[in-house]
């Protein structure tokens, strides 16, 4: 797939969400532009790996902070994956997961 950096506009600011963040690191022309993305993208990382280790009810802070990059579709979406992990019903989650176990422990 060819992309074009074709994006020479300077970020000045919050991207939206997700998706603005991705299409920032794919199109931006200016290295500065680039690392920015990719710096917000850690951040929103980070405030979701963040949402799994707090005990249930006390994610509200974490919550908000994704709210600045998230769409509450996005949300509603991790919301309902984290469930689906926690009530053992995400198959392809918990196989990647016991993959990288088993691969930490020398098994495969």
């Known amino acids: 797939m060819t992309v074009k950096y074709d994006d020479d506009t300077p970020i000045s600011g919050r991207l939206r969400n997700g998706k603005e963040i991705v299409n920032a690191i794919r199109h931006k022309t200016n290295g500065k532009d680039v690392r920015e993305s990719i710096a917000q993208l850690g951040e929103l990382l980070v405030g979701m790996i963040s ?3 707090v005990p ?3 994610n509200d802070n974490y919550k908000e902070d994704l709210k600045k990059y998230a ?3 996005e ?8 469930k689906r992990i926690i009530m053992g019903s995400d ?4 196989k990647l997961v ?3 176990i088993l691969k930490e422990e020398g098994v495969i």
Do not use: P
């Open 51 to 53: 949402m799994l280790d």
């Open 56 to 58: 249930s009810g006390q």
């Open 71 to 73: 769409t509450q579709e």
């Open 75 to 82: 949300m509603n979406q991790l919301d309902a994956k984290i």
């Open 91 to 94: 198959h392809e989650t918990i």
């Open 98 to 100: 016991v993959r990288e």
